[in-house]
Each structure stands twice: as C-alpha cells, then as structure tokens.
C-alpha cells in the first residue's frame, strides 16, 4: 500500500518528536514512522542510573517544559520517558510505532520511503533515526577469542548482573565514566577502568546548560569564519556527574592505558601485563543510523552525509535531525534539538511553498 503526505520524519525520539512539534505549527501533513514499539526513544533503553546532566527546565522540547522529577535535581531516564510520551500525546502527532524504515529512493518529483508497513511518497523527508542502534565495537585484537562476555553500552543495565566478576570497562567519555562509576561504588564486581587517552573530568559546576552554550558559540563562531573555538571538546570529555564525581573522588575511578589485545581469559598490555576479565563493556560510541539513506548515495567522509545545515547537499528535499554538532549545535540533546528542529523545518517549509 502506497500512501502520501507532504513530509515523513524517520525517527520518533527527541529530535523526531521535535520536528513534529514544528511541523505540526506550520500545519503541514506529515507522519513520524518510529521503530520503537512504544514512545520514549532510546531513553526506554538506558542503564538504570543514568540521569540527565541537567535539571529537567534545561532539559525540554520546544512548546513543553519537562517537569521535575520529585526528590531529583537530574531526572532519570525513566522520567525522560514519561516526558516524551506525554509530549507525543499533548500534541497528538501522528508517530506510528513498531514501523521500520527500510529505504528512502528519489522518485521523480517525490521521495518515496519504504517501511515494513508499506511505502509513503512524500515531498520532503526528515530522518532523525540517532545513534542507538548502531553501536560502535572497535577491531582490537583477539576480540575474537576472548572467551567472556562482550557488551556494548547498549547492554548495560545494571551492577547486580555482574556481581562476582571482573570487569573492563573501555572507553573514556561519559558512558564509560558513569557505568565503570556504578560498578566501582555498587562493589559487587572488580572494575578496570581502561580509556585511550588520560580521562578529561569537566569541571564539576559544568553542566549541560553550558555545555549547550558552548557548542552554539562554537557554531556561530565557525559560520561567522571566525577561528574554531573547540566546543565542548576543549572544556573536556566527562561531565562530573554526582556518581562519576563521588567514585573518582573516592578513588574508585582512576583509568588504565587501553590495552593492545584480548586473550582467552582477558587483556593484555604492551608492557606484557594483564588483567584477567569475565565480561568487557564497550563504551565506545555509536555510528548514525543512515543504512535507510543509502539508495540516495550521499555519503562522504566518516560515513557522514555533507548537509548545509541539516539540509544534505546532495538531495535538498531531505533533512538530518540530531545525529550530533555536524547536523546543529547540540542537536544529539534534548535542550539543543528544538532549535534546530525549527530551523529545518523552516527550510523544508519553504521547500514546499
């Protein structure tokens, strides 16, 4: 079954839920195809303790503040959830579930998007599918023969699964920080905490009001042809967060040089030391979700797609939403993907005027 509208937006979390906020204001005909069952993005899929770095006023999609979370200064995730699920209803925007975009194809005047539940053919298409479910696993050697458990972040729930283990935690930025924090304060494991580089704590007042702050600056500053700021980047890689500081302040957060190679029964270093391990946690980053795209041949270097903006450079009556800083400042953010989300749709509305 072959339907129409003027817009598709892939993707039904934050930076989906944002564009169709904006689209629903400019009283354009669109749909939001989302391959989560149920609404809350990947949030519904974090380990338990996360939290936002930001209070929930600083944390909000556009038209909706979040409201605090009772006896928390940081929601949860599970708060994050209840929030986006009450923002897709309080604006009754057309999100169907369980929908899996397989393709999106140039079709004459029309881009016609293939889903698991039929084709649509529309005028412009918005994919803000994120990074979730194209996590990132490094080619270090002997992965293939460690004989323990290998997850990635998207496996982590919680410290009592590995309860009596020796764990390596891998990778240097947030996730690893907080996940290697909860096993060390929880201390039913034995963590090893293992980065690429010396770990780069934020200083502990930064949060992600500044963090948003800098990242716009460094964005106007680029567009503006004025020297790169850095961006976040320059502050530091990990937020310190209540746990992360608690755990290193406490000494249960001090990181290993990233090992050269897995064994059955573990890692090993350059200098020929090792550390036995029963599970690796991969905190390594994702990828964009963009395999949807690729009949539209637009990709260039790092697996990115050139855009102006969010507009892509190679097919004009597509937009990407929230993929990270090269699709707007803080656009992977709650509290940065509402302005942006209004600046594509703005230009997709002009599209189809």
Not at 197 to 218: E, Q, Y
Not at 288 to 301: E, M, Q, T, V, W
Not at 317 to 342: E, F, K, M, Q
Request: hydrophobic share 40%.
């Amino acid at each position: 079954m072959t339907r129409t509208c003027q817009v598709v937006v892939t993707g039904g979390g934050q930076a989906g839920l944002a564009a169709g906020y904006h689209l629903r204001r400019q009283g354009l005909d669109f749909v939001i195809l989302d391959a989560e069952a149920a609404p809350g993005g990947s949030w519904q899929h974090m380990w338990d303790s996360l939290h936002l770095f930001s209070p929930a006023q600083y944390s909000s999609l556009p038209g909706r503040l979040m409201p605090a979370q009772p006896g928390e200064t940081y929601p949860g995730a599970g708060h994050v959830v209840d929030y986006l699920a009450d923002y897709e209803k309080r604006y009754d925007l057309p999100v169907q579930h369980g929908t899996h975009v397989q393709a999106v194809r140039r079709d004459g005047d029309r881009l016609m998007v293939e889903a698991d539940s039929g084709t649509w053919r529309a005028r412009a298409v918005i994919s803000a599918t994120g990074t979730w479910s194209r996590p990132f696993l490094p080619a270090v050697p002997g992965r293939s023969v460690f004989a323990g458990r290998q997850l990635h972040t998207v496996n982590y729930r919680c410290p009592a699964d590995f309860a009596g283990q020796r764990v390596i935690v891998v990778g240097g930025g947030n996730s690893g920080a907080q996940i290697a924090a909860d096993l060390a304060i929880d201390g039913r494991a034995k963590v090893t905490w293992v980065t690429q580089r010396p770990p780069r704590f934020l200083p502990n007042d930064i949060d992600g009001r500044a963090l948003f702050d800098v990242a716009t600056a460094r964005r106007r500053a680029l567009d503006a042809g004025r020297d790169d700021t850095g961006g976040v980047a320059s502050l530091g890689d990990i937020v310190a967060v209540s746990p992360v500081r608690a755990a290193r302040d406490a000494g249960l957060l001090t990181a290993m040089p990233m090992f050269t190679r897995l064994t059955t029964d573990g890692v090993r270093w350059a200098d020929g030391s090792g550390a036995d391990a029963d599970t690796v946690i991969w905190c390594t980053g994702f990828r964009p979700a963009l395999s949807h795209l690729a009949p539209l041949d637009l990709r260039g270097p790092r697996g990115r797609i050139p855009t102006n903006g969010t507009c892509a450079l190679g097919e004009p009556r597509l937009h990407l939403l929230g993929y990270g800083d090269w699709t707007g400042p803080a656009s992977a953010t709650l509290i940065g993907v509402g302005r942006t989300a209004r600046d594509a749709v703005r230009e997709v509305t002009g599209l189809l005027a």
